[in-house]
């Protein structure tokens, strides 16, 4: 893993971030920013991201797939995190290298909070991260270590899912609400099934500060 000293890059990421996570109901901490208590007073959770486009320092990152494993024990904002980073197996030794340090905030820029709310970086691998994109349905598969489905939450609209919009949420202002179908982790002694539980999924424009 690399040194997590913040060191500002050329980067920038185009895509998708979809995740699922332990709380009952949509998570608060979209609207709270990370103030309000989980609904299950911990955050568990796997998340998915898919990069259209995107570079870090010259080097091409569009179509690599990215899974997170995600444990924290309180209020998001409060930092204390523990995460596991896989990275898509298809990534050249500089794009595995630079997305390990978008992902951990040492890029900073958009990630760079992650200095400050991650605490330890319990595993970092190459890994084939299949994720697939299917109307309102989106899928990720590592291997056995996560296995999860979730789906969009339809709205009043024909077509169009449950949205929270121009929010100040890290990842991004539009907030699109679904819901576990079928989602299992079992990983780093995390043994998670976050069927039935709160998902969203959100496009991501980030980038570095340099």
């Known amino acids: 893993m690399p040194n997590r000293e913040m060191t500002p890059a050329n980067w920038a ?4 971030l979809f995740l699922n ?14 103030a309000h208590l989980p ?36 209020r998001m904002g409060e930092g204390n995190w523990k995460v596991a980073a896989y990275v898509d197996d298809r990534a050249s030794e500089a794009a595995y290298d ?24 319990i595993g970092a691998e190459r890994a084939p991260v299949e994720i697939i994109r299917d109307g309102n349905r989106r899928v990720i598969n590592i ?14 609209e024909p077509g169009e899912p449950v949205t929270i919009t121009n929010s100040k949420y890290w990842m991004g202002p539009n907030i699109v609400a679904a819901r576990g179908v079928k989602s299992k982790v079992r990983d780093y ?17 980030w980038q570095g500060a340099a």
């Open 21 to 34: 996570c332990s709380c009952d109901v949509f998570c608060p901490c979209v609207v709270s920013l990370g």
């Open 13 to 16: 990421v185009k895509g998708e």
């Open 39 to 74: 609904t299950e007073g911990h955050c568990h959770a796997w998340m998915g991201i898919v990069i259209d486009e995107g570079h870090f320092e010259g080097e091409d990152l569009a179509g690599l797939n990215v899974g997170l494993l995600v444990d924290i024990p309180g």
């Open 189 to 205: 002694g995390r043994v998670w099934d976050f069927g039935g539980k709160s998902a969203e999924v959100c496009a991501i424009d």
């Open 98 to 121: 630079g997305l390990l340090k978008i992902f951990s905030g040492a890029a900073g820029g958009t990630t760079g909070l992650f200095t400050m709310l991650v605490s330890e970086i």
């Open 143 to 156: 291997g056995r270590k996560i296995n999860g489905e979730i789906e969009l939450l339809a709205g009043a």
